[in-house]
């Protein structure tokens, strides 16, 4: 009798001992799983925020693209400007002698 109540002992310590390393394994996996959540929307919010900062790298290129557009467009105006005036002077230069 004293050896049967050993062995459910034994039966009933080695059970609690399967449970609370089952219990283990499934709290550390589940740790794993939400720990992989977060690194991978850590990594979605990383590349997220790249891609914004390469649309705004581009807008600002394009801006500046614009920008030498309208000087480029400034200084041809000037030239012109300067021609017409130096015609016009030797034109007037001209009539008067």
């Given amino acids: 009798k004293h050896l049967r109540f ?11 001992r399967d449970a609370k390393k ?10 794993e799983a939400s720990q992989a959540t977060v690194t991978h ?7 997220a925020t ?15 693209s614009e920008v030498l557009d309208k000087e480029a467009e400034t200084l041809r105006l000037k030239i012109q400007f300067h021609q017409m005036m130096q015609a016009s002077k030797a034109a007037l230069d001209g009539g008067v002698g």
Avoid at 22 to 31: G, V
């Fill in 6 to 16: 050993l062995a459910k002992l034994e039966v009933k310590s080695e059970h609690s």
């Fill in 22 to 31: 089952y219990e283990w394994l499934r709290s550390s996996r589940e740790h």
């Fill in 50 to 64: 790249e891609i914004r900062l390469r649309e705004t790298d581009i807008r600002v290129h394009q801006a500046h």
């Fill in 41 to 47: 929307q850590r990594m979605q919010e990383v590349k």
